[in-house]
């Protein structure tokens, strides 16, 4: 009697002591981000506003501390596979975060869709990523290339007849460009050509030589990052601002004080606004600006919504990772009271949100109007 009770009593604790020490293990958050190149800013903001997200919640899941394991992808397609691998292999992460460059995204994709590692991507708007390749464990919490090139093209549409586009040659380019084209002309408006140039080159005078030649209503740009600065100011210098208003999704994000004068009072349009005067927005500025000292970005926004998004599913399963299946079910279902609005995700895992025009006043993309309310990407490829 006795000793049954005594097995019963250290059975039990080695029990406790076991769900102790799991309950002790980290969750493993595998960050792959630019932190260096031209966009290396950001990263840094999809980091900061992920960790924001994690620290609101004192950095403990269901009594789990979370630890990151960071990866610089140098925004580098030919080194993605060998960065990946070393977060899903080596770390072994609970989530693979990242990243920017569709290009460096896709390969990351691919690897999460085989080892069946959830991801979730903060930025990268390759359509592909929730079309083609989506699988029930790949989530995107910023937006996809069709997306916001649509909505900009239903804008633009509402003022213009004719325009030119203008992008990178890589993935993310030409797809911004064909949402743009579709949004554009299902709104009755007829692009006349589109100019591209290498990622991620930066000389433009060839291309706006043409621009002024052809003599479009109006302009559709897309390159980002640091990039973005120079197309604005050159674009003025070449006296075209004023006779062919330029516009683009990313275009002012984040670097209007580098873009001075040439960007003020440009158009832009994206899922998010800076100081959009929402109570959840306000809240959310005033912790970002507690915790780091500056104000978020959209890339700030990007990254706290992927990490909500994960936090979505670590609440269903109690911070335990090893019920993947349940995670996702949640992950899928969530509803996110997002700084951008009212967030929650279409059937292949893409953002469906409310897309803001904004303009370009001093320092902010500022609110002033909706583009497209609720914007789904259709994803026709994404079969699951
Ligand atoms: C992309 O490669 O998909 C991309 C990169 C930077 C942006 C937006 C999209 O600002």
Redesign the pocket.
């Known amino acids: 009697m006795t000793n049954h009770f005594i097995r019963i009593a250290v059975a039990a604790s080695l029990a406790i002591g076991a769900g102790a020490v799991q309950a002790q293990e980290p969750i493993k958050v595998g960050l792959m981000l630019p932190y260096s190149g031209t ?1 290396a800013d ?1 990263g840094k903001n999809i980091t900061t506003g992920f960790k924001l997200a994690l620290l609101e919640r004192g950095n403990k899941i269901g009594g789990r501390p979370v630890e990151f394991v960071t990866v610089d992808d140098e925004s580098d397609p030919a080194k993605a596979n060998e960065n990946a691998n070393k977060l899903i292999k080596r770390d072994k992460v609970d989530v693979l975060v990242g990243t ?4 460096v ?1 896709l390969t990351m994709a691919r690897l999460a869709k085989r080892s069946g590692t959830l991801m979730i991507i903060p ?4 359509d592909e990523l929730t079309g083609a390749l989506c699988a029930p464990n790949i989530f995107r919490a910023s937006f996809s ?1 069709w997306q ?1 090139g649509y909505a900009v093209g239903a804008m633009m549409a509402k003022k213009h007849k004719t325009a030119v586009s203008l992008a990178w040659k ?3 380019g030409d ?2 460009t064909a949402g743009f084209k579709e949004g554009f002309e299902k709104g009755g408006g007829k692009v006349l050509t589109h100019l591209s140039l290498p990622f991620p080159n930066t000389e433009f005078q060839p291309l706006l030589t043409q621009i002024a030649s052809l003599k479009p209503d109006a302009t559709f740009a ?1 390159v ?2 640091a990039a973005q600065v120079n197309l604005v100011k050159d674009y003025q210098a070449a006296g075209l601002r004023d006779k062919i208003p330029l516009y683009g ?2 275009l002012t ?1 984040g670097t209007l004080q580098a873009q001075g004068a040439a960007a003020q009072g440009m158009l832009t349009v994206l899922h998010y606004a800076d100081g959009l005067n929402t109570p959840r927005n306000q809240e959310f500025i005033a912790s970002y600006k507690k915790a780091y000292g500056v104000m978020p970005d959209v ?1 700030s926004v990007q990254g706290y919504d992927s990490a909500r998004l994960f936090l979505a599913g670590l609440d269903a399963v109690k911070g335990d990772t090893s019920k993947l299946p349940d995670m996702i079910k949640a992950m899928s279902n969530a509803r996110i009271d997002s700084p951008r609005g009212p967030l929650s995700f279409s059937r292949s895992h893409n953002p469906v949100m409310d897309m803001y025009v904004r303009e370009a006043r001093g320092n902010q993309n500022v609110m002033v109007g909706v583009a497209v309310k609720g914007l789904v990407d259709p994803s026709p490829e994404c079969k699951m």
Do not use: C, I, K, P
């Open positions: 966009f950001l920017v460059h569709s290009g995204a930025n990268a708007g390759a290339n916001t890589y993935a993310g797809e911004q897309f980002a990052g999704a990313f994000e890339f």
